[in-house]
């Protein structure tokens, strides 16, 4: 047995078979990265089997490598032995002075094993190496030609469980393109016409009836019960004592036959005389179930029994779309499904049903129960689901691909679970069928709506960066959410890597880290993706993503929780994500906060560049003094002027931080009263003979009018511009501390149409704000002293300052249970 070129102690001969006309061998490494020794991987072995098996003639004996007695045994059954990403040597050695040759399914494999040696001994020989694939791998070997051995290995994952988590990933990527497509069909008015849509192929067929043929009958059975029917007219010639009331066709019957009408004594006045005819048409209203709704049902169910009976041949003759034969238990089975669509075509009921002749364009197909499902079920059986792109082409094996497909899919049916979806591109139709355009060459979103707030939420797939300074950017997962109040979204990249360092023992992530996680280099990935995606304003650039987190197949959520790449999370907005069908809670957690949280916490949350947060801190105390005007002259010979002069006594306490003034209109002296405008302090002099204050203004700015509603200002006082731009009415002005403003934020995600209610109706004698209501949507907020109450007509709650400051989502969440 030739060795492997890069062997280690632990590489073992895993196979080997024996046949009259060669010997086989295979060796590798019976264990997987996860396993630091053949030691190890004994000792805490997974409790699965392998499937191998070999079929072929002249095979003299078949031995498998035991992981307990480490040694070559006859045939049992075994743990796993072979991984994805693994590299097994393979040598075939022949008998006498036999040709051998190799064959796979797969190009890359095929090429892979070669002659070595010169004729008439030539070995066979090569490595066989399986990258990110798992599942069923068969390889044949020829002897002269003619083919002697079929050997099937099965591969197994070394991230996930494969009985749990990869089957799992499988249903659930299925389970939802398929959800998404009946989401599609509802919202979709579609005719049937009676020509054949493209064909399936028989595979896809037989998977596709045997999980949606139940669903049909079921249809087909609600319809025999409440079947759409019609009143169908018939017109009868009787004599004229029997005529009853006539409708139209009776009447113009008779108007067209006056010779009819004979004199009677109870007849009808005619000119002074009564008459009657003495035949004429009575109308029979019956109900006919022979409608264009039932005859398209029928047309389905003889179509589908054609397309099984057409399936049952493939499958007693056997095919190259399924390589074993007979199928004599599928055989059975379809045959049960052509029986029970036959015999329900044979009742009293669906023979009674004629042969349609013509397209249905009928709203008893989308709407009518019964007839909805059964044609949903048909859409699916006869076309099914044509997978465009990197999604077809994607074997089933491929668990990378599918991993990165399921992270997009699952984010997306998180999110359907709490918010209704708005829109998708995932699932769409043209003349051929339904079509799935998920693959890595196009854009696929989902867009979603808050049920409260009214605001977006947009998953996007392989989403485009656009143009950069520097280097495109695509990953894989991008969540943009946007806030009420705000006119930029907040972008969060989710990037599927299917990569776990296992933190062996004596690594150097293993001493850096102590427990499995993502790689460094993904990590360093998503730094690149929060600096690189940028856009320009007026030829500066900002970033718009607040955070990148890699997503990885793990399963130890609780252990993760103290890794450094989860803790970063917290402090710098990148990091990583176990995330598994079993292992979805912190991604579920985390996503559930991003979209609750108001867009003040998410901002504060955003790494900036050095100096932005004294910048910011600095226009954030920017003041604003807000003087009282008396009268129309004062006004004009202000805005003429651009000089305000202000005394002593109506200057508020701080004028002298003010770098702005908006001059405030009473309603008692105004029609248009309130605030609409203000202007930048560019000089103040102090007049110590007219004792007061000259201030030089610069141009002035326009607000929307900030409306008094029952307040007013005796003279002057100091707010922020932040309050200024935000108000819609005089008390917002008064928001001072971090309680009041993260409530009205919150109010704000709710409502527009925030009312502000101060404990003094003059705003320089109020020391705080009584209370807040949301008028649309009926939530108040009383301000105690101790604590907060949020109520409703549904119920109402109580909360502590703290918790209003800094655990914004709690009270959020509080006002939603309650609405």
Excluded at 480 to 493: D, L, P
């Amino acid at each position: 047995m030739v060795s492997h070129p890069s062997g280690t102690a632990d590489e073992r001969e895993l196979v080997e078979i024996e046949t009259d006309q060669f010997s086989l061998y295979i060796k590798g490494k019976p264990y997987h990265t996860r396993y630091e020794s053949l030691k190890q991987y004994k000792a805490i072995q997974p409790h699965e089997t392998m499937h191998f098996s070999v079929h072929g003639s002249g095979i003299e004996s078949i031995k498998v490598f035991d992981v307990q007695k480490e040694q070559l045994v006859q045939h049992t059954a075994v743990p796993p032995l072979f991984f994805e990403n693994g590299v097994y040597q393979l040598v075939v050695t022949p008998k006498g002075e036999t040709a051998l040759s190799f064959d796979h399914e797969h190009p890359s494999l095929k090429k892979a094993i070669s002659q070595v040696g010169k004729s008439p001994h030539q070995l066979l020989m090569g490595n066989l190496s399986f990258i990110n694939e798992v599942g069923y791998s068969t390889f044949s070997i020829y002897a002269n030609d003619k083919k002697q051995l079929d050997v099937t290995l099965e591969i197994f994952p070394t991230k996930l469980s494969y009985k749990q988590d990869y089957q799992k990933l499988l249903e659930e990527v299925n389970e939802e393109v398929y959800n998404l497509a009946y989401h599609f069909v509802k919202k979709t008015y579609l005719g049937a016409t009676t020509t054949q849509t493209v064909d399936s192929s028989w595979s896809e067929f037989y998977r596709l009836v045997m999980q949606y043929f139940q669903q049909f009958q079921k249809a087909v059975s609600q319809i025999e019960n409440q079947p759409h029917h019609q009143l169908k007219k018939e017109h009868r010639l009787v004599r004229g004592d029997q005529l009853k009331r006539q409708d139209a066709k009776g009447l113009k019957y008779l108007r067209k036959r006056p010779g009819l009408f004979v004199e009677a004594q109870n007849g009808i006045n005619v000119y002074h005389k009564n008459r009657m005819p003495v035949k004429g048409l009575n109308v029979k209203k019956e109900a006919t179930y022979d409608t264009l709704e039932n005859r398209f049902v029928k047309w389905m169910m003889v179509r589908l029994s054609h397309k099984l009976n057409g399936l049952r041949h493939v499958l007693e003759g056997g095919s190259d779309y399924f390589s074993e034969k007979p199928y004599q238990d599928k055989v059975e089975i379809v045959k049960g499904m052509e029986k029970d669509l036959q015999r329900k075509l044979s009742s009293p009921f669906w023979r009674t049903i004629g042969k349609l002749d013509r397209s249905v364009m009928s709203l008893v197909l989308q709407m009518a129960p019964g007839y909805r499902d059964a044609y949903q079920s048909y859409l699916t059986l006869s076309r099914g689901l044509v997978l465009h792109g990197e999604l077809s082409k994607m074997s089933v094996k491929d668990v990378a691909t599918l991993y990165e497909y399921w992270t997009f899919l699952k984010l997306g049916q998180m999110l359907a679970l709490k918010y209704p979806m708005v829109s998708q591109d995932i699932v769409k139709v043209n003349r051929d069928g339904l079509f799935v355009t998920l693959d890595q060459s196009k854009t696929a979103k989902r867009v979603f709506r808050h049920p409260h707030t009214d605001e977006k939420i947009t998953l996007h797939f392989q989403k485009h960066s656009g143009q950069l300074p520097t280097v495109r950017q695509k990953p894989d997962s991008m969540l943009s959410i946007e806030k009420v109040g705000k006119n930029h979204t907040y972008e969060y990249v989710f990037d599927a890597k299917y990569r776990v360092d296992f933190a062996a023992e004596g690594s150097y992530y293993g001493r850096v880290y102590k427990s499995p996680g993502p790689l460094e280099e993904d990590i360093n990935t998503m730094h690149r993706y929060r600096d690189a995606l940028v856009e320009g304003k007026g030829g500066e650039f900002e970033r718009y993503t607040f955070g990148a987190y890699v997503l990885f197949p793990w399963g130890e959520e609780q252990e993760y929780e103290q890794h450094a790449f989860y803790r970063s999370i917290q402090s710098v907005n990148i990091g990583g994500f176990p995330f598994l069908p079993q292992s979805t809670s912190l991604v579920e957690r985390f996503l559930d906060r991003l979209i609750e949280c108001s867009p003040q916490q998410l901002q504060e949350e955003g790494i900036l560049p050095k100096g932005t947060l004294d910048e910011w801190k600095t226009q954030h105390e920017e003041k604003v003094l807000v003087v009282k005007i008396n009268s129309e002259e004062e006004l004009k010979r202000m805005i003429q002027s651009g000089h305000i002069f202000i005394t002593d006594e109506r200057l508020s306490k701080d004028w002298k931080n003010a770098n702005y003034v908006a001059l405030y209109k009473p309603k008692a002296t105004f029609e248009d009263g309130g605030i609409s405008g203000y202007a930048a302090i560019k000089d103040m002099t102090i007049s110590y003979k007219n004792g007061g204050v000259e201030i030089a203004v610069g141009s002035w700015r326009k607000l929307r009018t900030i409306r008094p509603v029952g307040y007013g200002i005796r003279s002057s006082i100091i707010t922020s511009r932040t309050n200024l731009l935000e108000a819609e009415e005089l008390p917002q002005l008064f928001m001072k501390s971090s309680l009041e403003k993260q409530l009205w934020h919150v109010l704000r995600r709710f409502s527009k149409q925030v009312h502000v209610e101060l404990d003094h109706k003059e705003m320089e004698e109020a020391k705080h704000i009584a209370s807040f209501e949301s008028l649309s949507k009926g939530l108040k907020v009383d301000i105690g002293e101790e604590e907060v109450r949020v109520s409703s007509e549904k119920g109402a709650f109580i909360f502590s300052y703290e918790e209003c400051v800094y655990q914004v989502n709690k009270v959020f969440k509080g006002m939603i249970s309650i609405l």
